[in-house]
């Protein structure tokens, strides 16, 4: 079972390091990351460059393709050749999924006109200018498309995402094994929930 994540630089790392950790242990997975260009590829918060082998023009096809979000978003929806490939990818895999802006890049690729979607909520209106539905709702399934909202979110939408790869009892197995039990210490994780204040600070942080 291939899984790719593509990585462009200013990516958010936890867009994709979250669900590589999860989707890693589903039996019989492997997570490859592929790049423009194989070399470094830089994180969006700058200290954490990832040494990228492949090319995503070597991959030809796989079971499920994950696009992380970031700043780099803005770089994959202005390549060309990339939503080509995204497209071609798309026509094969089992699941085509997005992390946070990630899903702007299936946007601009055609794939979501129509189609009810989430992403960050602070790029609501990027999403619907490509014709999709946005929703607030943290994971959206929509028949082999799956988005999930804000960077954190990408964890959830793995664990959904492994229950369809493999089965119920072993994503829980991963989960109890990450230890994945969120206890936050502030109830702000949504725009329903923060307040002004939080809101206008939060909006710097992109």
């Given at each position: 079972?291939?899984?790719?994540?593509?990585?462009?630089?200013?990516?958010?790392?936890?867009d994709?390091?979250?669900?590589?950790?999860?989707?890693?242990?589903?039996?019989?997975?492997?997570?490859?990351?592929?790049?423009?260009?194989?070399?470094?590829?830089q994180?969006?918060?700058?200290?954490?460059?990832?040494?990228?082998?492949?090319g995503?023009?070597?991959?030809?096809?796989?079971?499920?393709?994950l696009?992380?979000?970031?700043?780099?978003?803005?770089?994959?929806?202005?390549?060309?050749?990339?939503?080509?490939?995204?497209?071609?990818?798309h026509?094969?895999?089992?699941f085509?999924?997005?992390?946070?802006?990630?899903s702007?890049?299936?946007?601009?690729?055609?794939?979501?006109?129509?189609?009810t979607?989430?992403?960050h909520?602070?790029?609501?209106?990027?999403?619907?200018?490509?014709?999709?539905?946005?929703?607030?709702?943290?994971?959206?399934?929509?028949?082999?498309?799956?988005?999930?909202?804000?960077?954190s979110?990408?964890?959830?939408?793995?664990?959904?995402?492994?229950?369809?790869?493999?089965?119920?009892?072993?994503?829980?197995?991963?989960?109890?094994?990450?230890?994945?039990?969120?206890?936050?210490?502030?109830?702000?994780?949504?725009?329903?929930?923060?307040?002004?204040?939080?809101?206008?600070?939060?909006?710097?942080?992109?």
């Amino acid at each position: 079972m291939d899984i790719v994540i593509p990585l462009y630089d200013r990516f958010e790392p936890l867009d994709a390091i979250g669900p590589y950790e999860i989707l890693a242990y589903v039996p019989g997975a492997t997570v490859r990351f592929v790049a423009a260009e194989p070399g470094l590829v830089q994180d969006g918060l700058g200290s954490l460059p990832v040494h990228v082998p492949t090319g995503y023009s070597e991959v030809e096809r796989c079971d499920v393709l994950l696009i992380p979000g970031g700043g780099s978003f803005q770089t994959m929806v202005n390549d060309a050749d990339f939503l080509e490939w995204v497209r071609g990818i798309h026509a094969g895999t089992r699941f085509t999924t997005s992390v946070c802006t990630g899903s702007l890049v299936l946007g601009a690729a055609g794939l979501l006109e129509g189609v009810t979607a989430t992403t960050h909520w602070d790029a609501a209106a990027d999403l619907e200018s490509y014709g999709a539905v946005y929703t607030a709702e943290r994971v959206i399934r929509h028949d082999r498309l799956i988005t999930s909202a804000g960077v954190s979110s990408g964890i959830d939408m793995a664990l959904q995402l492994a229950v369809l790869l493999a089965d119920e009892v072993t994503a829980q197995a991963i989960q109890l094994y990450t230890e994945y039990d969120p206890q936050p210490p502030f109830d702000t994780g949504s725009v329903a929930k923060a307040s002004a204040q939080v809101l206008d600070l939060a909006r710097t942080l992109g």
